[in-house]
């Protein structure tokens, strides 16, 4: 991990047999999470998953729970990445100061289905992006 020597606001950060990451740390200032449910295999909602796209967190809802109240924790949903919710509260924003972002255009974007009447979303916490 580093800050480029220049002065800008740019960070790397390069994820041991994963992929060399560049952001903006006006943007990001917490931990970032990676959530892909087209990573069959090596995705999971488990300790050691969520912090690489190699190794993504299966569920956004798994990904909240992860994140730290008011540290500035980004959520990066993956292109194509779905999810199908039959329940109320399926998922829980329900930790203040964190930022989900769906990553992808039109087709390509992250998709959330509600199958049943009842499913739904909770929003428990301020200051969610």
């Not at 050691?48 to 993504?56: A, M």
């Amino acid at each position: 991990m580093g800050f480029n020597v220049n002065g800008t606001m740019l960070f790397s950060r390069k994820t041991p047999g994963g992929v060399f990451t560049i952001l903006d740390v006006a943007k990001v200032t917490g931990n970032i999470f990676y959530v892909d449910s087209t990573q069959t295999g090596v995705n999971g909602d488990t300790v050691g998953h969520g912090r690489s796209p190699d190794f993504p967190f299966a569920t956004l809802d798994y990904a909240i729970g992860q994140c730290t109240e008011n540290q500035g924790d980004t959520i990066l949903v993956a292109p194509l990445h779905a999810e199908t919710h039959t329940t109320a509260g399926a998922v829980a924003l329900d930790v203040r100061g964190i930022t989900v972002i769906g990553i992808g255009q039109g087709a390509q974007r992250p998709k959330f289905t509600f199958t049943d009447a009842a499913a739904s979303w909770t929003v428990g916490a301020a200051d969610i992006t």
